[in-house]
């Protein structure tokens, strides 16, 4: 935990999210730096660029530390002292942080020693329930519970697809405590920033999902304490790293267990889904298109394929129950096996957790 997030936004909309008052008082949109490097996604792996908050003081020389600028950063925080110039010879899982350990490992304590604090912006994030007795994984979209808007309705009276649509209007991004370091390549070129995501304990009510959660900061205080290095110690900001029951979450497609997914669907509620014929991936229908005309062909079964069970609906009290794991021993399986996106673990969490 944290593996895979959402953060489909628009530059424009996830700045109006983000508004705050500086130390004046002021009411102030933060400033975006390189917003060509964001590329909006419904399903952000490690490695990618995810916008995050920091502190103006970090990129300008003797400016005010409460204002704010937005930025990409590279998700999994590459160490200063990392000397090779292949990121991809780096050993280390340094996508998470745990925050228990972050003052013993170098990688991370020097970071925030000096400061180097930021928050990280998504919709929301997910996370894979093991459903017990068997290899299934359940997806869950975990994000802060929303306000009720005349545009947005209820949240949880969503009843379909374009009522979803509505509710980006007025969404409120989730705000994950992390720290960040400043790479230079050592063939010279520009400075890479990376972050890692905080994480620490889950709250009494992800505990059966996951054992880890990101340390959320709930609130503008929050935020703002986490940030403004230049007026808050690393041992006080640290105070604010705990788990938070202020959380929402519903079932979701396994198609969101791919990284290169990338649609509304992969965070839809999944009930909302039901009946509804998910797009196979390219891979899938290369796989399809092979299964017919090279696989010996089988007589399709005389009973008709059961639809999925029913989910819960939006209730963070509710998770599902486990359901027999199908068998894919013919063709036709296989085939309704691949058009439904069958769950893999996504390769984001076959690390150790952190």
């Given at each position: 935990?944290?593996?895979?997030?959402?953060?489909?936004?628009?530059?424009?909309?996830l700045?109006?999210?983000c508004?705050?008052r500086d130390?004046q008082?002021?009411?102030?949109?933060p400033?975006w730096r390189?917003p060509?490097?964001?590329?909006?996604?419904y399903?952000k792996?490690?490695?990618?660029?995810s916008p995050v908050?920091?502190?103006?003081?970090h990129?300008?020389?003797d400016?005010?530390s409460s204002?704010r600028?937005?930025a990409?950063?590279?998700?999994?925080?590459v160490?200063?002292w990392?000397?090779e110039?292949?990121l991809?010879?780096l050993?280390?899982?340094?996508?998470?942080?745990?925050?228990?350990t972050?003052?013993?490992k170098?990688s991370?304590?020097?970071?925030?020693?000096?400061?180097r604090?930021c928050?990280?912006?998504?919709?929301?994030f997910?996370?894979?329930?093991?459903?017990?007795a068997?290899n299934?994984?359940?997806p869950?979209?975990?994000?802060f519970?929303?306000?009720?808007?005349?545009?947005s309705e209820?949240v949880?009276?969503?009843?379909?697809?374009?009522?979803w649509?509505?509710?980006w209007?007025?969404?409120r991004p989730?705000t994950?405590?992390?720290?960040?370091?400043?790479?230079?390549?050592?063939?010279?070129g520009?400075?890479?920033?990376s972050y890692?995501i905080?994480?620490?304990?889950?709250?009494?009510v992800?505990?059966?999902?996951?054992?880890?959660?990101?340390?959320?900061?709930d609130?503008?205080?929050a935020?703002?304490k986490?940030?403004d290095?230049?007026?808050?110690?690393?041992?006080?900001?640290l105070?604010l790293?705990?788990?938070?029951?202020?959380i929402?979450f519903?079932?979701?497609s396994?198609?969101v267990n791919?990284s290169?997914?990338?649609?509304?669907e992969?965070?839809?509620?999944?009930?909302?889904?039901?009946g509804?014929?998910?797009?196979?991936?390219?891979?899938s229908?290369k796989?399809l298109q092979?299964l017919?005309?090279?696989s010996p062909?089988?007589?399709?079964?005389?009973?008709?394929?059961k639809?999925e069970?029913d989910?819960?609906?939006?209730?963070?009290?509710?998770l599902?129950?486990s359901p027999?794991?199908?068998k894919r021993g013919?063709?036709?399986?296989?085939?309704?096996?691949?058009?439904r996106?069958?769950?893999?673990?996504?390769?984001?969490?076959?690390?150790?957790?952190?």
């Open positions: 935990m944290c593996g895979r997030t959402s953060c489909h936004l628009p530059t424009e909309v700045a109006r999210a508004a705050y130390r008082g002021r009411q102030r949109l400033e390189d060509d490097r964001y590329c909006p996604s399903n792996s490690p490695r990618s660029n908050l920091l502190s103006r003081l990129l300008e020389k400016a005010d204002e600028i937005i990409p950063m590279r998700w999994g925080l160490p200063y990392f000397k110039a292949d991809s010879k050993q280390i899982n340094t996508s998470n942080c745990r925050s228990d972050i003052m013993e170098r991370f304590k020097v970071p925030l020693v000096k400061g604090r928050v990280v912006l998504a919709d929301g997910y996370e894979w329930q093991r459903r017990q068997t299934h994984r359940q869950y979209f975990i994000y519970p929303q306000i009720k808007t005349e545009k209820q949880g009276a969503v009843a379909s697809p374009e009522d649509e509505k509710v209007a007025n969404w989730l994950m405590a992390g720290i960040f370091d400043c790479w230079e390549p050592p063939e010279g520009d400075c890479l920033y890692s905080i994480t620490v304990d889950s709250c009494k992800m505990t059966d999902i996951h054992n880890r959660m990101p340390a959320i900061l609130g503008e205080e935020v703002s986490w940030l290095f230049g007026e808050v110690s690393a041992q006080e900001a105070k790293i705990h788990p938070t029951e202020n929402a519903h079932p979701v396994s198609m791919r290169w997914n990338n649609a509304p992969c965070l839809l509620p999944l009930h909302l889904l039901t509804k014929e998910l797009k196979a991936s390219a891979s229908q796989m092979w017919a005309t090279k062909k089988k007589e399709e079964p005389k009973t008709p394929q639809a069970p989910a819960p609906q939006w209730s963070s009290q509710f599902q129950k027999q794991t199908p013919s063709a036709s399986l296989l085939e309704r096996w691949l058009k996106g069958q769950e893999e673990e996504p390769a984001a969490k076959r690390p150790h957790t952190q």
